[in-house]
Structure formats: C-alpha cells, structure tokens
C-alpha cells in the first residue's frame, strides 16, 4: 500500500497545455501513473503528446473516469481552478501552484472539506508513491519503493533527505509535499493519520519549518494517536527574526514559531530530531533497523 | 508586506474606522509645517516596522513649535531596535497627529489563524500595554471568536465578543462597529494581520484607532493597486536590488554567500553552514523553476555585498532544472568576473546534465561538492582563507 496516490490514479492536470504543467504532466506519465486528461477552458478536443484535453475537469471526470486533480495554473486563476476540481467528482486535489493569495485559500479549504474530498498544497511538490504514481514535481529518481512514509512543508528539503534514504539503502512507502503556505489543504496532522494506518509503512519522517504551529499540533497528536515511529528535522535554526509586526501571532499558537520552539515541543513527545537532512535520514534508518 | 502605522490608519479611514488626522514628513521642516497646521498639543510619531517605538524614544508629544521642531529633529534619522534587538530600523519618515484626550484604552485586533484555518477577532479592554503579557497573565481579559471566512462579519455579530471583553458599556455599539470594520479590511484588503493597540476611547466618547498593524499578504497585491505601490522599506542596498529583480533574498551579516533553491532548502543550507562553523552572508531562495537569468541575478546580488568571501549553491532540482542553474552560473562567470570561489552542489531534475555543463565549461574558481554536508564545509573553509577580493 501507500497513501494518497497510487495505481489506482487517474489523473487530470489543470494547466496542462503550459509550459511547466506539460513538463511534469508527461514526466508524471512517464513514471508510470495514469494521465487520463488535460484541462485548458477553451482548448476542450487538442491534445499533448496524445493525451486528450477538456474545457472543464467536470468533463475529464466524466469522459476519462479521471479521480484525482492536479492544479498547475498561475497562481490569480488556481483558486477557482481548486474549487472547479473540489466541485468535479474527483476525489483528491493536488495543487502544485505558488503565489495564492492566502484569503482565497481560506475559502477554498472549507469548500474542499465540506464536499469531504482531499486537498493537498498549495505551493507544494505533490505526492509520490515509489513505483506506483507520481503526481506532482518531485524527482522520482531519488525515491525507491519502502517502509518510511514521508511528510514535509518544504519540497526541495524532501528531495534532500529521501534521496540520503534512499544512499543508505532505504525506500519510502510515500512522499508527500504539504506546502508551507499558512493555509495549505492537509498538514502534518491530516498526513500523519494517513500513515498509521497504512500497513506498508513502519516509520515516518517529518519535515517541518520556521513559522506557525502545525509542528506542536503535530507533537501532539503524535504523542495520542501514533504508534509508529517518527523522525522530524526542523529547518531554520539560524533563519533570520523577522520583523515583528504586533503579537497577534504568537498569541493565537502560544507558541513564537521558532525552529527551536518546535525541536522542544517535538522531543517533549518522544519524537527524535535531526541537526541536519542527513542526521535525520541517519536517524530514520537506524530506528528502522532497530 | 507590512504597512506603517500612517498607511495602516489610511486604510482604516478608507473602511469608515475613526483615526486622528494627520500628516506624514520627512524632513524636520515638513514636521513643523504639519503641525502648525494640525494645532498643539499633537503627537510625532517614527514610522518603522516594528514594534515598542515609544519605550525607544520614537513617539513624543509636542505642545508647541519650539518642541515640535525639537522633537521632529530627534526623532528623524533615529535608530530604533526592537523589543527583541531587532533592528536597526533608521526613521526616515515621522506621522503628526492631533493629541488625544484619552480615557480608555482597549486592544482589537482581526488576524489569521493558521491552525483553525479561520480568522480570529480578538478584544481587550486591557490596551496599551504589551498585550502578550495581559494574554499570559490574565487570560480571560482577551476575548477571542473565531469568524467564518466565506461571508461578511457583521456588527451585530461582534457585539457578543465586545459585551465579553467588558468594554464600557455606552462605548459597545462603537467598538463593534469596528470590529465588524477591520474584519472588512482583512477579507477586503487580503490583509492577515490587523492590530489595533491602542483603541482609544476620547474624553468625547468616541472610539478611535490610536495606532495600526497591519500585514498586507503579498500574493495578493495584484488585486490592490494602490498597496502594491507601497515599497516596503528595503532600506539596505542588495536588498533594494534584489526585490528589483524579484529575488527572495535577506541579508545576514556573515562571509558566505548563500544561493539555495527552495525556502525549506535554503533555510537548511543556512542551518548546516553554520553548524560547520561558517557565517552565511544572506538568505537567497531561487524559487522554483529558476531559469539561468535569475542565477545572473542572483549572483550579481551576493557579490554586490562586498563581506561575501565564498559562494555556496546548493541546488536539489524538483521544478528547476539542474541544467539552467549550470547555463546560469556559466554565464554570470562570464559576465560578471567573480573574483570569489564557488562551491556548488547540483542534485536533482536534470542533475548530469547541469553537471556536464558546468564541466565543460571548466571554471576555475568553481569547485563540486557531491552533498550539503562537504558542500558546507568546503565553502566554510573557503571563506576563511583571505579575502581574495581584499589582496586587490
């Protein structure tokens, strides 16, 4: 097994007929997942590299028997894009774009969680499960199929780490991308869930960074909720303060957001930290083996 | 982006919330002008981003032109530092405002939480003091209610949260008013954060916006015009130059030169250089997708910083391509003449490619590192060999 994302796919990619979302589309078909159709409004019966194109995901779903969304337009015109694909029949959305303003995201999470169908991001790499599908941005080529299921705010920092995984001889069930916007569609929490109860998956690494609090949620629900073993590498220890506006912030989290702040609250839960990616990793397989 | 307390308080005058009126100066003469027009007793007030200006001197109250002029030419060019060391923050520009007769002073504040993934409205009628301190000691005294992002939060609907915080009672109705009005500046404005410290009753009984805080969320510039001419102060130059070409980048006050792509990534880069010992000279996310034009930039931007003794790239391709990092750095070795080392460390989407490029090119200030770890540590030890850039 694996979560989210696997041989049961069938993807439909907003924003296929642009110049990224083609790029990783195709790469995405390449691996080996499923590409059912393209979504372009105006562009319904071209096609890219054989793959049909539709004016709505409505159609893709209906046409195609397309079941999961990826979001690949420029970033004033991807909200109502994520509600097309909420409002779609597709059950899960994967949204790659950067840049959405955070008010829309706001009003775009509830919507998703009302209709009870899954958003992953914005602004993050997608989901990957080794050797079944790949939706999303991240390089697969550094990812073997295994038991260490993958979370993480920050794309390139996944890449970094699976890849020491994978040097030292281990593979990963899932990678998942959750963005580090302030509203993303899943976080660590959502995620987490997902690999408890996923048989093929026995430890789990978590990436998380400076700011907000889903990494003291996360320390939590750890600490309640799972019986499996978590490693967290936290970046931006050396990150400059910002520049603090009012303190409204870090009232609502009771917490100030720091690296440290979330290293504290993690191993106050039991979970180990790394120092760096490659600590992490290092950590990750030693737990693994026992 | 953050706004100063005077574009904040346009904002709120913008969306019917009382302000004191005022006038903005940035030399000491424009300051006296002001406030002969404005009338004494008035405030003079540093416009700086940050928070605890009137503890460091940045606020002073002027009952005639002798202090007005007196306290317009302290005040301009100060440094203030935050309650954290943050800082410095050099006042470039003072707001002038008529003085309040003040007999209240409440907190209200609309922001964003992340965790409920809903806006917070938050009322005390403990203002004017550091308010994180009131939340801590005296959690009771900040009422706080969740409002529903999809539709408009009403006066009515605030009521509730301002008969809770115990604010006085013939003041309610007003205090309302506001806050159903700063709601309307939050989902109107895309701003995420708004804080109203102090909200003033006057000796009138009119409840006034003594201050503001207010975040703009900068994706959402392109919907607001007006904010987006706003330059937030950038006052340092390659700062200055880095937003010019669109550039994510910070400085930092150590030797070596950060390119990362990827904020998590970058943040990590930083991490790891300095448990190697190191001092990163800034902060400088490529982004995603970065083309071989943004590497010019961004390497123009890093060597204008004239502390930076060595260069760390630490690039995992995803979205970027490892092959236009390489074309990028070729290119600005040949037109930008580098005079520091460059340790580089290519991984990712079209990793060999990008790695033959930069092979063929042969540059001889340019050395491979195959992970961040060795990467980190060569650059370190790069950096505190002398200065090839002082031997000139």
């Given at each position: 097994m694996s979560i989210i994302v696997d041989s049961e796919t069938k993807l439909v990619v907003s924003g296929l007929t642009g110049r990224e979302g083609s790029f990783h589309g195709l790469r995405n078909q390449a691996y080996g997942t499923y590409l059912a159709a393209g979504v372009t409004p105006g562009k319904g019966g071209q096609d890219v590299e054989g793959v049909p194109i539709f004016d709505s995901i409505e159609e893709a779903v209906e046409?195609?028997?397309?079941?999961?969304?990826?979001?690949?337009?420029?970033?004033?015109?991807?909200?109502?894009?994520?509600?097309e694909a909420i409002e779609s029949g597709v059950h899960t959305v994967i949204a790659i774009t950067e840049g959405i303003p955070v008010l829309d995201m706001l009003r775009t999470y509830w919507k998703a969680k009302e209709a009870g169908v899954r958003l992953i991001g914005p602004n993050c790499p997608g989901v990957l499960s080794p050797g079944k599908a790949n939706v999303g941005i991240i390089p697969a080529q550094f990812f073997d199929p295994g038991k260490i299921g993958v979370v993480s705010k920050s794309g390139t920092l996944t890449y970094q780490i699976g890849n020491e995984l994978k040097q030292a001889g281990e593979g990963n069930s899932s990678i998942v991308g959750i963005g580090g916007d302030p509203i993303v569609g899943s976080d660590f929490i959502d995620i987490l869930k997902l690999f408890e109860a996923d048989p093929e998956t026995e430890l789990i690494v978590m990436v998380g960074e400076i700011g907000g609090d889903a990494e003291e949620r996360a320390a939590e629900f750890i600490a309640a909720?799972?019986?499996?073993?978590?490693?967290?590498?936290?970046?931006?220890?050396?990150?400059?303060?910002?520049?603090?506006?009012g303190h409204a912030g870090a009232i609502i989290s009771g917490s100030s957001g720091t690296a440290q702040a979330k290293k504290e609250a993690l191993e106050a839960k039991g979970v180990r930290v790394g120092e760096s990616p490659t600590e992490t990793a290092q950590i990750a397989v030693e737990t693994l083996r026992g | 982006m953050d706004l100063l307390e005077y574009q904040g308080k346009q904002l709120f005058a913008k969306h019917g919330i009382a302000v004191p009126s005022g006038e903005v100066a940035s030399t000491v003469e424009e300051a006296l002008a002001a406030a002969e027009r404005i009338g004494y007793p008035c405030a003079i007030k540093a416009q700086v981003l940050i928070g605890g200006r009137g503890?460091?001197?940045?606020?002073?109250?002027?009952?005639?032109?002798a202090q007005a002029r007196e306290h317009a030419d302290a005040i301009l060019g100060m440094d203030i530092f935050g309650p954290r060391g943050e800082g410095p923050f050099r006042v470039d520009q003072v707001w002038i405002e008529g003085g309040s007769d003040i007999a209240a002073e409440y907190y209200a504040s609309v922001i964003l939480d992340r965790g409920e993934k809903k806006l917070l409205a938050m009322v005390s009628a403990k203002g004017g003091m550091d308010i994180e301190a009131v939340a801590e000691e005296d959690p009771a005294a900040l009422v706080r209610e969740h409002i529903d992002p999809t539709r408009p939060f009403t006066a009515a609907e605030a009521r509730p949260i301002v008969d809770a915080a115990g604010l006085d009672e013939d003041v309610r109705e007003q205090a309302a008013e506001v806050l159903a009005r700063l709601a309307e500046v939050a989902s109107e404005e895309d701003a995420s954060l708004i804080e109203v410290n102090p909200l003033i009753v006057t000796a009138d009984r009119d409840v006034v916006a003594l201050d503001a805080k207010v975040t703009i969320d900068g994706n959402a510039l392109f919907r607001h015009q007006e904010l987006a001419e706003i330059a937030d102060t950038a006052d340092d130059p390659q700062e200055a130059m880095a937003k010019e070409k669109g550039l994510t980048y910070v400085k930092l006050d150590g030797d070596v030169g950060i390119l990362a792509n990827g904020a998590g990534l970058c943040m990590s880069t930083l991490d790891v250089v300095a448990q190697a010992g190191g001092r990163p000279a800034n902060f400088l996310d490529a982004g995603g997708g970065s083309k071989a034009e943004a590497i010019v930039d961004a390497l123009t931007v890093i060597t204008s910083d004239e502390k930076v003794t060595a260069i760390l790239f630490n690039i995992f391709g995803g979205i970027t391509r490892c092959d236009e990092i390489a074309k990028g750095i070729v290119e600005a070795?040949?037109?930008?003449?580098?005079k520091v080392p460059l340790v580089v460390r290519l991984d990712g989407?079209?990793?060999?490619?990008g790695l033959a490029i930069l092979g063929e090119a042969d540059l001889p200030n340019l050395q491979q590192e195959k992970t961040m770890l060795d990467a980190a540590r060569r650059v370190v030890e790069l950096a505190s060999q002398p200065n090839p850039r002082a031997e000139l």
């Open positions: 046409e195609r028997d397309a079941n999961t969304s990826m979001i690949f337009v420029p970033a004033r015109f991807a909200a109502p894009a994520i509600d909720e799972v019986t499996k073993p978590v490693v967290a590498y936290i970046a931006g220890f050396t990150a400059p303060p910002g520049k603090q506006m | 503890k460091a001197g940045g606020i002073k109250i002027a009952q005639d032109a070795s040949s037109q930008l003449d580098l989407t079209n990793s060999e490619e």
